[in-house]
């Protein structure tokens, strides 16, 4: 008789220890939940942003390509059909662009994206320098590319520069990284552009040829070198880095290349780049 008085006491002590001792863990793993659900959140707000950025930009690429660009014209007296013109090249970005963007809107408005932003927006909440910077360094990146490199640099050149500078901005996914490498690009760009507006590049070229080529390329490097000291000791932002400097050189030596001696598709500016593509093709024929 003893013996099951003692057993059910046992049996009630372990039934109270499941139902009271979980119930702090439980708040716990709730708390956790929620607060990756909030950062979902907030990462889908400023996928929202960027997707409303990149197919505004799609729209003006095919715009401005389908008003300035002629996608037929006469060289040498031979009529060039639609699939060699020029502005075949930005009207293909223009659309993945807008593709890209569309996915990516809907994407954050599935996950409370857009909700969350216009929420933020009617609270015109104070607290966003972080999320300026990374509007800006967007726009910085794009502008620059579009008005200041692509009209004057070797476009392959132009084309790693964007590449390399965008995806560190946010691939090392580390807000002081960002604001130092956008610092850094920003100075670079503003030298280039008092360069071009004193009209220096073109007394340089006639010096030396593709000297500003030159300096850009150098201009490159060290940024390359500037975001690897920032990553120092960091291993999981060196394979980012790494991953980042691939991603910037190895699309462009495939689709470039492609576009000029397979499509036959001029490019916008041909220099010391494009030469040696140039030289090293024709030493193979």
Same mark, same amino acid.
């Given at each position: 008789m003893m013996d099951d008085v003692l057993r059910a006491c046992r049996m009630q002590a372990r039934s109270m220890k499941r139902v009271i001792l979980p119930t702090p863990i439980l708040k716990l793993r709730? /708390?956790?939940?929620?607060?990756?659900?909030?950062?979902?959140?907030?990462?889908?707000?400023?996928?929202?942003?960027? /997707?409303?950025i990149l197919i505004a930009f799609g729209i003006f690429m095919i715009l401005y390509t389908l008003t300035e660009i002629p996608m037929k014209d006469s060289w040498g007296g031979v009529m060039n059909v639609w699939f060699v013109s020029p502005g075949l090249f930005p009207l293909?970005?223009?659309?993945?662009?807008?593709?890209?963007?569309?996915?990516?809107?809907?994407r954050a408005i599935k996950d409370g994206g857009a909700k969350k932003f216009m929420e933020d927006l009617s609270r015109r909440e104070k607290d966003t320098s972080g999320k300026t910077l990374r509007l800006l360094g967007i726009l910085l990146v794009i502008v620059a590319y579009v008005y200041l490199y692509i009209p004057r640099i070797d476009y392959f050149?132009?084309?790693?520069?964007?590449?390399?500078?965008?995806? /560190?901005?946010? =691939?090392f996914d580390r807000p002081d990284f960002l604001k130092k490498l956008f610092t850094f690009y920003l100075v670079g760009c503003l030298l280039f552009l008092g360069l071009f507006l004193m009209k220096?590049?073109?007394?340089?070229?006639?010096?030396?040829? =593709?000297?500003?080529?030159?300096?850009?390329?150098?201009?490159?490097?060290?940024?390359?070198? =500037?975001?690897r000291v920032l990553v120092h000791g960091d291993g999981v932002l060196k394979k980012r880095w790494k991953t980042t400097l691939?991603?910037?050189?190895?699309?462009?030596?495939?689709l470039i290349p492609s576009f000029k001696y397979f499509l036959l598709v001029?490019?916008?500016?041909?220099?010391?780049?494009?030469e040696l593509m140039n030289i090293i093709r024709y030493s193979f024929r």
């Open positions: 709730e /708390s956790g939940n929620l607060r990756k659900v909030m950062d979902k959140v907030q990462l889908r707000k400023k996928d929202f942003i960027t /997707s409303i293909g970005v223009g659309f993945l662009i807008i593709i890209m963007g569309i996915v990516l809107c809907n050149l132009s084309t790693m520069l964007c590449l390399m500078v965008f995806i /560190s901005f946010f =691939y220096a590049d073109k007394q340089l070229n006639k010096s030396f040829l =593709y000297t500003t080529d030159g300096l850009v390329f150098l201009f490159f490097l060290a940024f390359i070198v =500037y975001s691939i991603m910037s050189i190895v699309p462009s030596l495939i001029p490019l916008p500016v041909e220099g010391a780049f494009i």
